[in-house]
């Protein structure tokens, strides 16, 4: 049998101690946890494609001023950053105003077109990504249609979820659309191979979207929302698969 031996003086500091540490467990649960920490337990070690739509030769819808190719840098790279916040590991198809095809390509603007999206399904494939997110902007011949939509691959559960949930949150965050997430025949999201969402941020047909697509605060709404949209659902991934095997 042992016996431990333990002085007054040694006692009186535990006892402390483990006051110390009971008022402190009393105190913690009171405060919840900040909304980003929350968030960030969906995304941390999460591989995420982020693909800004268009670049290079392919500049996306414009007018006027405003050119798709570069708010869907802008947005994708606000995205970039609130994802690797979280823990989550970004890759970014592209950064800059080149498009992935390349200088070197030879052949039509369309085969160069066609390349340029092969390539970028190619990268997302390669790295085995748990999550594809391609941003756009929309335009339509009518300039009155306006708001944000996010779609899925087509007969993808898991990338229905996403879509939802980033649905959700723009339409939360933003508070100028109603659009309901929805399946896309896009060729990213048919190619790749984990679960893909695309998102048309706005019109950029619509002058006051437009704007509004150009604007840096607005662009960081954006970029929000899908961020949380995009925790939340893989916060919702984690608890169904939990005792799957
Ligand atoms: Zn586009």
Known sequence: MKIYLI???????????????????MLIPAQPLPEQTVLSYGVANKVIVIDPGHGGLDQGATRGEYIESDITLQISKKLAHN????????????ENESDLAGDEFTGTIGQHKREDMKRRVQKANQARADLYISIHTNAVPNTVWSG??????????????????????????????????????YFVLNHTKMPAILIETGFISNPGEAALLADSSYQSKLAFAIFSGVAQSQLIETGSNKDTP
């Open 7 to 25: 002085s007054k003086r040694k006692a009186r500091l535990t006892i402390a101690g483990v006051l110390a540490l009971a008022l402190m467990f």
């Open 83 to 94: 994802l690797s916040q979280a823990g989550a590991m970004v890759i970014m198809l592209r």
């Open 148 to 185: 944000a939509q996010t779609f899925y691959k087509p007969k993808d559960e898991a990338s229905k979820i996403v879509a939802t949930a980033v649905q959700k949150e723009l339409v939360k965050t933003l508070g100028n659309t109603k659009r309901k997430a929805a399946p896309g025949g």
